[in-house]
């Protein structure tokens, strides 16, 4: 062109480049009139991580130990070519950017990698806390724009469906680029603010505490009020007379609840508002809310109806307290049999103790998901259907920036990888928008053949590594199973 701009096409944005400038998304740039990826592309050593290099991948302070290759050396099977920084299939007819070869064990493997653009995609996060969100289907925002929804609560956490393509794509632009930039920010493994409407402000960072309205997560909760009971029942009797565990979903009664009655504790005449579901467990004690047990109750004595005075005596000692043991109150009823709070012995703290002590460290966990799209897998094999059921059959390996993931039964290649098992800044994004993710297929190399891959551009491993051409070595994580080895013994009828 007259101004020396060159056009990017590897995203249906086709920027213009202007010489030194980079394109709109920041990961290609013109230099010296060539089209560069910005990024190192990322490599994964294995001896690095047996060497002890290993940085751990919740210290995201630090980066990871990675030192370029430059001594063109390459150990089969022991070297994994990510998709990280290795550039995207676009219009779709090309070939993926890296088809590798390597020897793994005698074994002709190939691994093909690539920076797939995912409109359609998002995060599940799951928030390990009691605490009421908001409402299940209520509305998640980011910078003031819809970008998920609160879906299912699941045990001890409260669960987000965040992204897809209709906020990605189907709202205003805004909305759009508000829901691309939260996505890109939770997958890098950075803290994203999110409010949910007629709920919470939280905010979310994967591998670390949730902070609602402010405040920190500690502790996820030990189970329902039901589970605590039944848990901690041979600990409280004979020390206490009744105990309630205070919980949103099921709260739980010890001298009605089945392992109350096994150890025979004698009745108390305490009467509890709610909902009956089974002896010693109530449901709807109160409204959902960030207080005791997930309720929105600050005196657990709300909760409570007046005592039975057949049943109930003057002196009776009762301790209420939270799933987590964050919150507690001892009680003695009076001459009138009205609660009197008291200070709570110290055979009882050990109890309350003992239940904060088996509550694990809160934490956010953020899933990507995506479906690799017929174009993409137009990048692996000239016909795409191939790749699907060979995946499918177990004879071809999905990576996600070398991590395992979970790919979903029926059609598409849909799936799902644990961010935090990934490298660090793995993501990257379009203006279109839509995400962009690293995604590599590893299959022996007849397989790739038979499946119709594109053999005439396999390159072996030492082709690329002993180039030092933008690449960067980082140990494998630790955690990991080795993508060669899976890759290597997937086991399934061939295509
Ligand atoms: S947005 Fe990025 S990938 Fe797309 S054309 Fe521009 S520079 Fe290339």
């Known amino acids: 062109m007259a101004d020396d701009a060159i056009r990017c096409d590897a995203c249906p944005v086709l920027c213009y480049i202007k010489p030194g400038r980079t394109g709109s998304c920041d990961r290609y740039g013109n230099h010296e009139g060539k089209l560069v990826r910005l990024d190192p592309h990322v490599v994964l050593d294995r001896a690095l991580e047996r060497g002890e290099s290993v940085v751990p991948f919740l210290e995201r302070g630090r980066e990871w130990d990675g030192t370029l290759i430059n001594h063109g050396e390459v150990s089969h099977g022991e070297t994994f070519v990510t998709a990280i920084g290795a550039g995207t299939t676009y219009p779709d007819y090309k070939p993926a ?71 990605l794509t189907g709202g205003s632009r805004h909305e759009g680029d508000a829901t691309c930039d939260a996505l890109l920010n939770l997958c890098n493994g950075n803290a994203v603010e999110l409010k949910i409407d007629d709920g919470v402000k939280v905010v979310v960072q994967a591998g670390r505490a949730p902070i609602v309205d402010g405040a920190q997560e500690e502790r996820m909760r030990v189970g329902c009020g039901s589970a605590t009971i039944g848990m901690f029942a041979k600990q409280w009797f004979s020390k206490v007379d009744d105990v309630v565990v205070v919980d949103d979903h099921i709260t739980g009664v ?35 809310g960030t207080s005791w047990g997930g309720t929105d109750i600050d005196d657990p004595l709300t909760i409570l109806g007046k005592f039975n005075a057949k049943k109930a005596w003057p002196g009776l000692r009762f301790l209420m307290v939270s799933t ?168 399934g009828r061939r295509t």
Not at 267 to 285: A, H, M
């Open 97 to 167: 950017p890296f088809i590798i070869s390597s020897q793994v064990e005698g074994v002709d493997m190939v691994t093909v990698v690539t920076e797939g653009i995912f409109s359609y995609c998002g995060v599940k996060v799951k928030i390990d806390t009691d605490r009421h969100l908001g409402v299940e289907c209520s509305t998640v925002r980011a910078a003031g724009e819809a970008v998920g929804h609160v879906t299912t609560s699941e045990y001890g956490s409260q669960m987000l469906s965040l992204g897809g393509v209709r906020h």
């Open 254 to 288: 010890l001298s009605e609840h089945q392992a109350g009655k096994l150890l025979g504790v004698r009745e108390t005449g305490i009467k509890l508002k709610g909902r009956r579901s089974t002896p010693g467990r109530y449901f709807q004690v109160a409204e959902p």
């Open 324 to 491: 987590t043991g964050e919150h507690y109150a001892y009680y003695e009823l009076g001459e009138d049999l009205k609660p009197r709070v008291k200070e709570l012995p110290a055979d009882l703290r050990k109890s309350v103790e003992r239940i904060k002590e088996n509550c694990e460290p809160a934490l956010c966990t953020v899933l990507f998901m995506g479906g690799a799209g017929g174009s993409l897998r137009a990048g692996v094999t000239e016909n795409p259907v191939k790749l699907t059921h060979s995946v499918r059959d177990a004879l071809t390996r999905v990576t996600c920036g070398g991590a395992p993931v979970y790919v979903w039964p029926g059609g598409g290649i849909t799936f799902m990888v644990d961010v935090t098992r990934m490298p660090q800044n793995a993501f990257g994004y379009v203006p279109t928008p839509a995400l962009v993710a690293p995604i590599e297929f590893t299959l022996k190399l007849a397989d790739y053949a038979v499946l119709g891959g594109y053999t005439e551009d396999v390159r072996p491993l030492s082709s690329i590594v002993s180039g030092n051409d933008g690449r960067k070595r980082v140990s494998a994580h630790a955690d990991n199973p080795w993508p060669l080895e899976a890759g290597r013994e997937g086991k």
